[in-house]
C-alpha cells in the first residue's frame, strides 16, 4: 500500500510532488529545503539590492530544513527517531563542511538510532524562493504502524 502526504506545517513543494510517501513501513520524504511554509524566504541567505547573493549561512538553512522534517514526520505519526537514511545535497561543501557536520551532529548524535548518511555536492538545487538554496536533505524513516 502506498500513501502521499502533503503537510500542513512544512514548507509547499516547489513542484508537483507529495512532502512524503509511506509504503509498507518505510516513509520516502521527497526532497525538503528550507524555506518556511508561506513564505519565499531562504533563511540565512542575503541577497544584494540587484537579488544576487552576497552569502549564506548553511547552519540557519539546515536548522530550518530539519523543523519541515519533523513537521512532515509528525503529521505521518513518526518521529525523528525513526530516521533510518539521510541524503544531504551541499552547494558549497569545502566551504560549508565543518559546519555542517557540527550542526548534524547536534540533530543525529551517535547512538543506536544514528541513521546512515550520505552526503553529496552538486552545483545546484531548486530555489523555490527568493534566491538559491545551498542545503537539501532527502530522509527514509520508519512509518509508524
Not at 529545503?33 to 524566504?41: E, L
Amino acid at each position: 500500500m502506498s500513501d502521499a502526504v502533503r503537510s500542513n506545517r512544512a514548507a509547499e513543494p516547489v513542484g508537483p510532488y507529495p512532502h512524503a510517501r509511506r509504503v509498507g513501513g518505510l516513509l520516502f520524504l521527497s526532497g525538503v529545503g528550507p524555506r518556511r511554509r508561506g513564505s519565499r524566504v531562504i533563511p540565512g541567505l542575503v541577497l544584494d539590492d540587484q537579488g544576487r547573493e552576497v552569502s549564506h549561512d548553511i547552519e540557519a538553512e539546515m536548522r530550518s530544513c530539519f523543523d519541515n522534517v519533523k513537521a512532515i514526520l509528525e503529521e505521518c505519526g513518526a518521529t525523528w527517531d525513526d530516521i533510518v537514511d539521510v541524503t544531504v545535497f551541499l552547494t558549497a561543501m569545502k566551504a560549508d563542511w565543518a559546519v555542517y557536520n557540527r550542526v548534524y551532529g547536534e540533530f543525529f548524535p551517535p547512538g543506536p538510532a544514528q541513521p546512515c548518511r550520505t552526503t553529496v555536492e552538486i552545483a545546484g538545487l531548486p530555489q523555490g524562493g527568493d534566491g538559491p538554496i545551498h542545503f537539501e536533505i532527502k530522509v527514509v524513516a520508519k512509518a509508524p504502524a
